[in-house]
């Protein structure tokens, strides 16, 4: 094997093996930042031997066996910690020297419990969200700090300095590395399903930049929800989470034109959607059933999301269950961007002046103040009252709340069709009442 070929093989081992690797480094010290150091080491190791010797049948248990020795070897030079060495040395004897079938039985054995170890770790509620978020794609999704400062469009020493502050707080604040008891585990599941989200949602509709969309962060969130999903396995929100990102992946081709533009749910090619992944998040929703039925967050959204997928068409889309679901989520979850969606489902199971009425409820509520979509909701149903001129004001006030650019390009471009609306109507007042009074 070539160095380059060998190379791309410890690149893609890493990929896969990283967090394996990480996690079960973590428990071996206690220690987030030598876990990483020890991974790092075993990587070189790889890229000198493996070139020279081929890559090994195990090639995970096989830089876990590299990473324990070097920690040998490093606690073996510090006095202080020769109680340590003491225990990792002990364990590592009885393992043998080699990496043989046995070896390879417990690394097994012990993979799930570690990486279920450091997912807990990375989201703990002690962290803020961005920290939570940066070191959650650092460790489990083996991103790169360049790859994280991109994918979110901050600097590179942002994300560091994050990520630093982040091993920190948890060294000080003395977070155990386990798996938290049965009285925590609801509220610590909790944030590690909301780090999850918010890797997706930003992959999914980018917040800021040039980009619609940002698809390896969807592909690295599912990653995790599906890791997530295997070791939780009778977590019921773990898969309503698996579904609803499954689904709504699953849109990811139809959600961009030729050209990069934003096309909208209702205007999307349904054959473009992927169906498996659709199926894969029916199955998930499927096992939500079986573990007590859509009762969480997101579950109900997914369910929401499936009602979208089992139409082959828009129109065939069953809006008065969307409603219903968004009535039961608004009671689950209250929240005012719940609400907004709630007000466009039943704008469209129930009429326009319906949603516009919800719409209006949540003019004054001052965490919507700068969300873009607000404005961009109550022009869609202005628009189709027949007030454009009103309308092109809530789509210029949308088109100035974003900072991504396909999707402040859309809002402008829409502003503009209605203001090319309104001035017809102004020329034909005739028309303008028979769309209003049609409206009605």
């Known amino acids: ?93 009885a393992e043998g020297d080699a990496v043989t079938p046995d070896f390879d039985r417990a690394f097994s054995d012990e993979i799930d419990d570690d990486l279920l170890r450091l997912v807990f770790t990375a989201c703990h509620p002690v962290l803020a969200v961005q920290a939570r978020v940066a070191l959650t794609l650092r460790l489990l999704g ?60 930003e992959g999914y509709s980018a917040t800021a930049g040039d980009d619609w969309m940002r698809p390896a962060l969807c592909e690295e969130a599912l990653r995790l929800g599906r890791i997530l999903a295997g070791l939780a396995p009778g977590e019921p929100e773990v898969h309503g989470l698996l579904a609803l990102m499954e689904i709504q992946a699953s849109r990811l081709r139809a959600r961009s034109g030729p050209g990069g533009e934003p096309v909208l749910l209702l205007d999307q090619d349904r054959a473009r959607w992927d169906r498996l992944l659709i199926n894969r998040g029916i199955a998930a929703l499927d096992r939500v059933k079986q573990l007590g039925g859509w009762t ?20 065939e889309t069953d809006w008065t269950q969307i409603a219903e679901l968004y009535a039961v989520l608004a009671q689950q979850a209250p929240s005012p961007v719940i609400e907004l969606n709630r007000a466009v489902a039943v704008s469209m199971a129930y009429g326009p002046q319906a949603g516009l009425d919800l719409v209006d409820q949540l003019m004054t509520e001052p965490s919507l103040r700068a969300y873009h979509l607000l404005p961009s909701v109550r022009g869609d149903l202005l628009m189709k009252l027949g007030r454009p001129a009103e309308a092109q004001a809530e789509f210029e006030r949308a088109a100035e709340l974003t900072s991504n650019v396909p999707e402040r ?32």
């Not at 070897?73 to 020769?82: A, K, T, Y």
């Not at 503009?416 to 009074?437: G, H, I």
């Open 296 to 315: 969480g967050p997101y579950a109900l959204q997914a369910a929401i999301a499936a009602c979208h997928a089992q139409a082959f068409h828009s129109e």
């Open 142 to 201: 083996g991103l790169t700090t360049t790859e994280i400062a991109r994918a979110y469009l901050v600097p590179e020493s942002t994300v560091a300095q994050r990520i630093v502050r982040a091993k920190k707080t948890l060294a000080s604040a003395h977070v155990p590395f386990e798996v938290p008891g049965p009285d925590e585990r609801p509220a610590r599941l909790s944030s590690v399903l909301e780090v999850i989200y918010l890797i997706f949602n």
């Open 1 to 93: 094997m070539g160095v380059s070929e060998a190379q791309s093989a410890v690149e893609a081992v890493i990929r896969i093996e990283s967090a394996r690797l990480i996690a079960g480094l973590a428990r071996y010290t206690g220690d987030l930042d030598l876990a990483e150091e020890l991974a790092q080491d075993a990587v070189v190791a790889a890229l000198e031997q493996w070139p020279r010797d081929g890559v090994p049948r195990n090639p995970g248990a096989w830089l876990m066996t590299v990473a324990k020795r070097r920690a040998v070897d490093l606690f073996r030079r510090n006095r202080e910690l020769r109680v340590k060495y003491a225990q990792i040395g002990r364990a590592l004897e």
């Open 409 to 440: 390009e859309l809002s402008a471009e829409r502003a503009r069709a209605a203001a090319a609306q309104a001035n017809r109507s102004s020329q034909d007042p005739a028309t303008d009442r028979s769309r209003s009074d049609s409206s009605r």
